[in-house]
């Protein structure tokens, strides 16, 4: 069973930067043939498409409220298993419990097209 983990998230100022981590174990497909995505949630919204990379860490895409901001990568070393989002120029609205997410292939900003998930972690901007 895929399994994601994600680390990094904490309370920070605004105009700080992070970077969150997400760990993969249980692959049942090479890493390199996962497509991964991040997506957030604030309390009372609905689950946001964050950032979205395609396999063999090709295109990226983005979030309107994120672009020029935010990127994600995989690690370049395959055998790690890691994903990574690195925030920049972080703003109070960005405060929300941030998820990987993994499927097969190809790309995806819905979420309901994700297979596997992590359990999330908190991201919070303090003003």
């Known amino acids: 069973q895929v399994q994601l983990v994600e680390s990094g998230g904490r309370l920070v100022q605004t105009g700080a930067s992070l970077r969150l981590s997400c760990t993969a174990s249980g692959l049942t497909i090479p890493w390199a043939d996962y497509a991964l995505g991040w997506f957030r949630q604030a309390p009372g919204k609905q689950r946001e498409f964050v950032a979205a990379i395609n396999t063999n860490g090709g295109n990226t895409y983005y979030g309107d409220s994120v672009k020029g901001r935010f990127a994600i990568s995989k690690d370049a070393n395959y055998l790690n298993n890691t994903l990574y989002l690195q925030m920049n120029s972080l703003k109070p609205d960005d405060t929300a419990v941030y998820y990987c997410?993994?499927?097969?292939?190809?790309?995806?900003?819905?979420?309901?097209?994700?297979?596997?998930w992590g359990q999330g972690t908190q991201v919070t901007v303090s003003s």
């Open positions: 997410a993994a499927r097969h292939f190809l790309a995806s900003f819905k979420a309901t097209e994700y297979t596997y």
